[in-house]
C-alpha cells in the first residue's frame, strides 16, 4: 500500500497543509516506486558506461576477444582425437575463416556430462580470435564450434566471448 507524502517518513514534520499544497488535487507521491526508478536508472547508467563501450587507449581499436573450447575425447570412443585429425581441422575449417591469424594453446577441461550428469575430466585445446566484432565473425564462430560438434560428435564446444582494445 503506497503512502502519502503526510504519511512518508521522507516527509516527517510537513503539516498535512503542505502535503496537500505540494501534491495537489489529492495526488499522492508514490516515494518506493520513484525509488525503485531511479535505482534501476543509476544502474543503467553505470552499465552503459563498462569499459565495453570505453574508449580504446590510442593505438589500439575495439574488438571482440573470442575463446572456444574443444574437448579431445570422442564421446563414442573415449579415445583421444588424433593429432592429424586435429590439423586437419584447423587448415579445413578454421584457418580459411581466420585467416589473419589466432591461437591454439593446449589445456586440461572438466565438464559434467549433460546426460549421465557425471563429471569428466579431458585434454582440450582452446582457439582464441582478436578481431573487429561484427556478424560476419559471429557466423564465423558458430560455423567453427558447429562443424567440430558434429564431425566429432561433441555435446558441447565452448565459447567465451568479450569487447576488448587490441592492436596488432
Not at 501534491?23 to 552499465?47: D, E, H, S, V, Y
Not at 574443444?70 to 584457418?95: H, M, N, Y
Request: proline share 8%; with cysteine.
Amino acid at each position: 500500500m503506497e503512502r502519502d507524502a503526510a504519511d512518508n517518513p521522507v516527509f516527517s514534520g510537513f503539516p498535512a497543509a503542505a502535503s496537500a499544497h505540494l501534491f495537489p488535487g489529492g495526488n499522492r507521491l508514490k516515494i518506493g516506486a520513484m525509488i525503485r526508478t531511479a535505482a534501476l536508472l543509476a544502474l543503467a547508467a553505470l552499465l552503459a558506461t563498462t569499459p565495453a563501450r570505453a574508449a580504446c587507449p590510442a593505438g589500439q581499436t575495439p574488438m571482440l576477444h573470442v575463446r572456444i573450447y574443444f574437448g579431445l575425447v570422442i564421446p563414442a570412443t573415449g579415445k583421444r582425437l588424433p593429432d592429424s585429425d586435429w590439423q586437419d581441422f584447423l587448415a579445413r575449417t578454421v584457418t580459411p575463416r581466420f585467416p589473419s591469424g589466432f591461437t591454439v594453446y593446449d589445456a586440461m577441461g572438466q565438464w559434467r556430462d549433460l546426460k549421465t550428469k557425471i563429471v569428466g575430466r579431458e585434454p582440450s585445446r582452446i582457439i582464441e580470435v582478436d578481431a573487429p566484432d561484427s556478424k560476419n565473425l559471429r557466423t564465423k564462430v558458430e560455423d567453427v564450434r558447429k562443424t567440430y560438434q558434429a564431425r566429432f560428435r561433441q555435446q558441447a564446444v565452448g565459447l567465451v566471448t568479450e569487447p576488448v582494445c587490441a592492436s596488432f
